[in-house]
Structure formats: C-alpha cells, structure tokens
C-alpha cells in the first residue's frame, strides 16, 4: 500500500491503548503529511477531526474507541491497510453559520453534522423563519429549531423527530424542536441550495444561542446557515457497513 496514513486519537484510556497498538504494527507519517487520517474515538472526535481536515483534502477513517460511533468503523486492528483500501467514500458538505449577536459582533461557523438554535433561559424562544429572502414562518413559539445535513439527519435532528435523509439527497432538513406554536408544525426538508435565516424576536427577554457543531455562539439577534459546495468532508467506511446503509437501516430500527 502506497497510501500514506496517521493515526490521531482521544485521550481516552481505550483509544489511547488503540493507539499504542496501532503504531506498533503499521507504519505512518505525521498527520499533516496524511493522505488518510485514522481517527480513534466516537462520534464527537470524528466531528473535530473532520473540522481540523476540511480544507486539506484528507480523507478520515475512523474506529470506535468511544460510545455510539454511529460515523465510526469497527475497530480492529487486522488487515487496517487492505481495509482502507477497500473503503466506501463518502463526501459530505457542511453547513455555513453566520450568526450576528445583541453586542453587534458577527460570529461565523461551519457544522457537519447540524446547526441548531436554543433557547438560553427559562422562556420560550420567538423566531421568524426565511428561506431564501421569503419568509416562511412569521413566528415559531419553541425551545429551538435545527438544520441538519444528510449526514447529521440521524443525530440531533432524529432525536428531534426530524426525518432522516439518504446520503446523496440534495436536501436539508429544516427541524423545530419542542415546537409550541404552531403546534403542529413538524419542519421541512429543503434543497440543499437554500439559504435559510433566523430572526430572533425579543432576544433580550428572549435570549437564544446558535451552536455550529461544536461552536456556540450566544444572545443572537440573527442566524443565516446554507451550505458551502466549495467544502467538503470526506470519510471512510468498510464497504460492508457504509453510511448509506446505515442510514437506511436507522430507519427500520424498532
């Protein structure tokens, strides 16, 4: 195998012991010289991971060391490079966030997995919804309200009883959460053209922070998120188990 790989991991007792016998059998070059970064964790490292490669075109292969590991591969340490070479690819692109807040500071981001606004304080949020310069909801009464890539459909957005979207589709689900008024409003999917933004009313009684994957951003004022096709976030999945099929199989899970 031509293909040169790095191992990173969490600090985790389990993916620091995953570590040491990895390096131990294969050999490697520093991560910045990666062709395929080999990610030791669960679902979260695999996120920051992705974060820390997106503009170098490094492909990430990751092994569960961690809980759900829903974006992980199995971990073994057998056949790791006749593994990677067999891998299923799977490019993903993530959502853009520029949130402006109550200070008049503007705050940008970038989410694989979803971009989510929540309330801070006891009180419900009030927010105006457009999609693309129309507006769509005058006023969503909420605890929140998320968009979510294909990728990310499956995590904060299913817990939110947002539809789960197949690998491929050029769709966003747009997912409120704890929806109030109107009560029975359950979200929209929309083209992954779109350009969706979030006017808070009321943010000082009614304060609302904006979180891009791991990013946080509070008491904002307004929030536009579309995604970015110049972007992209690749991973690597044993054929047998790619993110397409485990996606479809999340869908008829009792």
Not at 83 to 102: F, G, N, S, Y
Not at 233 to 252: G, K, M, P
Request: charged share 25%.
């Amino acid at each position: 195998m031509t293909t040169r790989f790095a191992f990173i991991a969490t600090d985790t007792p389990e993916a620091q012991d995953a570590l040491a016998e990895l390096s131990a059998r294969y050999k490697t070059v520093p991560a910045e010289e990666a062709e395929i970064v080999v990610a030791l964790g669960g679902d979260g490292f695999m996120l920051e991971t992705l974060h820390d490669t997106l503009r170098r075109h490094v492909a990430v292969f990751g092994m569960n060391r961690g809980t759900v590991g829903f974006l992980m591969n199995e971990y073994t340490p057998d056949r790791l490079e006749e593994r990677i070479e067999r891998a299923a690819r799977v490019d993903v692109h993530p959502l853009t966030m520029t949130a402006k807040t109550m200070s008049g500071e503007t705050r940008e981001g970038i989410a694989i997995n979803e971009v989510s606004l929540l309330r801070e304080r006891h009180q419900t949020a009030r927010i105006r919804i457009l999609v693309d310069g129309v507006e769509r909801l005058a006023e969503l009464v909420c605890d929140g309200i998320l968009v979510a890539t294909p990728a990310g459909s499956t995590a904060y957005n299913l817990s939110a009883h947002g539809p789960i979207i197949p690998m491929g589709a050029p769709l966003l689900a747009l997912t409120p959460i704890s929806a109030f008024r109107p009560r029975r409003w359950r979200g929209a999917l929309l083209p992954d053209t779109a350009t969706v933004t979030f006017e808070i009313k009321e943010p000082d009684k009614r304060p609302v922070s904006a979180v891009a994957d791991s990013l946080e951003v509070r008491d904002v004022v307004e929030v536009v998120v579309k995604s970015d096709p110049a972007l992209t976030a690749s991973l690597l999945f044993d054929s047998e188990h790619n993110l397409e099929e485990r996606i479809l199989r999340e869908q008829f899970m009792p």
